[in-house]
């Protein structure tokens, strides 16, 4: 069990930041693509209290992980994202979702999104792709993100500590789109992407919906 402190900051352009972050001399640990199916209870509670539980799948050219995550809302300082979170890697991913069934949990969204991952001194920087924008992430303790801040040039970004759910709401009534909770790639997006990561095996990909 840990605190996941974070803070979110959008209108940045991809690759002037990853310049920046290559110019500050933080360490690049590796890009992925990601499956995630959110679970909840008939009728649906959890989100009304704060919690998350997700299965999540992290695809590599290095190979193929599972993750169950449980998120809970911690009170936390104005401009912060605070989770206690708790995480357990899962070989085998579609006997976790039959156990989660069984338990009464059934799948309610599913989402997709590329990550790649930087590290500074106490704080992980993820550089998000997601099918409606690009998204910057700093996680650590508050003064290891206003450090990356102050050396990234970030102190006047645009900040926001909502989910990716949050903003993929804003994002629809902003635009006048009907209101969906899962966000996932067209078939032929996530073909390039995944060619693009070096993940040839489409096979062993399956597009996953929340009815999975």
């Not at 920046?20 to 009304?48: C, I």
């Not at 590290?119 to 206003?146: C, K, Q, T, Y």
């Not at 900040?159 to 209101?179: D, I, M, N, V, W």
Request: with cysteine.
């Amino acid at each position: 069990m840990a605190l996941e402190i974070e803070r979110k900051y959008l209108g940045l352009e991809q690759k002037a930041f990853e310049d920046v972050l290559e110019k500050a001399g933080y360490a690049y640990s590796g890009v992925f693509f990601e499956r995630n199916l959110v679970f909840e209870t008939s009728p649906p509670s959890l989100r009304n209290q704060g919690i998350l539980l997700r299965l999540r799948s992290n695809f590599s050219a290095n190979g193929l992980e599972h993750i169950l995550t449980l998120k809970t809302k911690v009170p936390g300082k104005k401009g912060l994202k605070i989770r206690e979170e708790i995480e357990s890697r899962v070989s085998d991913e579609k006997a976790m979702r039959t156990i989660l069934r069984g338990l009464g949990f059934t799948p309610h969204a599913a989402y997709e999104k590329v990550r790649a991952v930087w590290h500074a001194a106490g704080a992980e920087i993820v550089l998000d792709r997601l099918p409606f924008g690009f998204f910057v992430e700093i996680e650590g303790e508050e003064d290891a993100i206003s450090g990356v801040e102050k050396a990234c040039g970030l102190c006047a970004a645009q900040t926001s500590t909502a989910s990716y759910h949050e903003l993929h709401r804003t994002y629809q009534k902003s635009r006048g789109l009907p209101e969906t909770l899962s966000f996932v790639f067209s078939d032929a997006e996530r073909r390039d992407l995944l060619l693009e990561l070096g993940i040839r095996d489409e096979l062993a990909f399956t597009p996953l919906s929340p009815a999975s």
